[in-house]
């Protein structure tokens, strides 16, 4: 009751998109009757919880963000949303994002932005709330919901974590199912937590991972118990610090955080160690191929026919007219831009060009990765973005690129499929949430959990 008051008084934060309050009230009185009589209850039996708008939930609205799913309410659940239904959490709507999740900025969205809770001190300017996951973080530091889910292709779980001062986790690459969450890249997307803790981290990430062989690279390997894995003890663990990660003109504020929580891990016992991860600085462009490489294939199926939106059309207009005014109609601009992209270098005359080339270059940073652990490093610490949050409105009109860069410091742990973790670790001058982020070995989550901890 509780959030859903909140959820009234906050809705000029434009963080939920589709309430769904009887399936709540549903779901929370199955949730007593599951209490009753136990003296333990199961982690998330009753926890209130927001879901990103990506994921599909059966029967009810599930549009990506985009017009072109207008009206289209699956008949089918998620594996994450209905591993977290199994555990007792409690749905109150959908949550506001990127349209198919592409964006920094939550601006790209069909039904308008969701905005930051935060502001800068003495200033009243709404702020952006990071993007894709903008709604699911602007909803949790807002508590309108205890925690919510996110996706992360290039950092849209760990960017809005650090821009709204909470913790999201991207877990290894196979970890949590991808079946029923609409598809942007599909070798890069991974479902994840994004939460006030890295405790309710832990808690959330168990629920959500497991293998689904509906899914044919969800990993087939145990899911520990995380929360115990979080003792506070990282004596002996080392810790690197890569030199690419300090960019050209990285701002003061950002090099103190990135110190600070150096300084803590080391204070923890950690072993610290500056480390080489030599091509960092192809990321972003690779990244930039290979994403929209992959949504120009997954988003061809939506042609009018089969989900959502279709066009109007006119006497004589036939199947190719249709294709053509749906697709005209029901995507946004940048969706637009990252087909074309994406088609481009697929395309027969510059595949080896780009594409084949963007692979070799994240096969490259994979080994920059595998090598530094190979060396006996535990866990990475770069900061999670390149600055605190933004004015809404900043960035959307300028030049694409600069929408982009935003994600240089989350995009190689999505080549690399490695696990990664953005939590709050200090203030900016002008009094916003500033993020740190660690990147784990492969499906060692438990450990960067335990990592991260010690930084709260
Ligand atoms: N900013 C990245 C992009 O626009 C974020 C993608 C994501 O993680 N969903 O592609």
């Known amino acids: 009751e509780a959030c859903l008051a909140r959820i009234e008084d906050a809705g000029a934060l434009g963080a939920f998109v ?47 963000g985009s017009r072109i799913l207008e009206g289209f309410r699956p008949e089918y659940e998620s594996t994450v949303t209905a591993q977290l239904f199994d555990a007792g959490a409690v749905m109150l709507g959908k ?20 905005v930051n809770p935060w502001r800068r001190q003495g200033d009243d300017a709404a702020l952006t709330p990071g ?10 530091a807002a508590d309108l919901c205890l925690a919510a889910t996110g996706t992360d292709t290039g950092g849209s779980i760990r960017q809005p974590a650090a821009f709204t001062g909470i913790t999201g986790i991207k877990p290894t690459y196979g970890r949590c199912s991808r079946w029923g969450i609409v598809a942007f890249a599909s070798s890069l997307d991974q479902a994840g937590p994004m939460t006030k803790s890295v405790r309710d981290a832990a808690i959330m990430l168990g629920a959500m991972c497991g293998h689904d062989p509906k899914d044919s690279t969800s990993a087939d390997l145990p899911v520990p118990d995380f929360e115990a894995m979080l003792t506070g003890d990282i004596r002996g663990k080392v810790i690197g610090i890569p030199r690419e990660y300090r960019m050209d003109g990285m701002s003061a504020e950002i090099d103190a955080l990135w110190a600070k929580g150096r300084a803590m891990l080391e204070d923890a016992g950690a072993e610290i160690r500056d480390i080489s991860l030599p091509h960092t600085k192809y990321a972003l462009p690779a990244y930039y191929v290979i994403a929209p490489a992959e949504a120009s294939s997954n988003l061809a199926r939506y042609d009018g026919v089969r989900y959502g939106h279709r066009a109007k059309l006119a006497p004589g207009d036939g199947i190719t007219e249709m294709y053509e005014k749906t697709r005209a109609e029901g995507f946004g601009d940048e969706v637009k831009r990252r087909v074309m992209v994406g088609t481009y270098v697929l395309s027969a005359g510059f595949y080896d060009a780009y594409y084949n080339r963007a692979r070799k270059v994240r096969t490259l940073i994979k080994r920059d990765f595998e090598q530094v652990f190979a060396d006996g490093v535990d866990a990475i610490l770069t900061p999670a973005t390149p600055s605190a949050a933004f004015a809404l409105g900043e960035m959307k009109d300028a030049d694409p690129v600069q929408m982009y860069l935003n994600d240089v410091f989350t995009v190689t742990v999505n080549l690399a499929g490695l696990p990664g973790i953005a939590l709050p670790a200090g203030l900016s001058g002008e009094g916003l949430p500033l993020g740190l982020q660690l990147i784990g070995r492969p499906w060692e989550e438990g450990d960067l959990l335990n990592c991260a901890y010690t930084l709260e």
Do not use: W
């Open 131 to 140: 993007g894709s996951s903008g709604g699911s973080a602007s909803a949790v």
């Open 18 to 64: 589709h309430h769904t309050i009887d399936v709540a009230r549903e779901q929370a009185a199955q949730a007593d009757k599951r209490l009753q009589g136990r003296e333990e209850a199961p982690a998330l039996c009753g926890i209130p919880l927001g879901i990103k708008d990506l994921f599909c939930t059966r029967g009810v609205a599930s549009q990506a």
């Open 95 to 114: 949550l506001n994002m990127d349209e198919f999740a592409m964006g920094s900025s939550n601006e790209t969205s069909v039904y308008g932005n969701a």
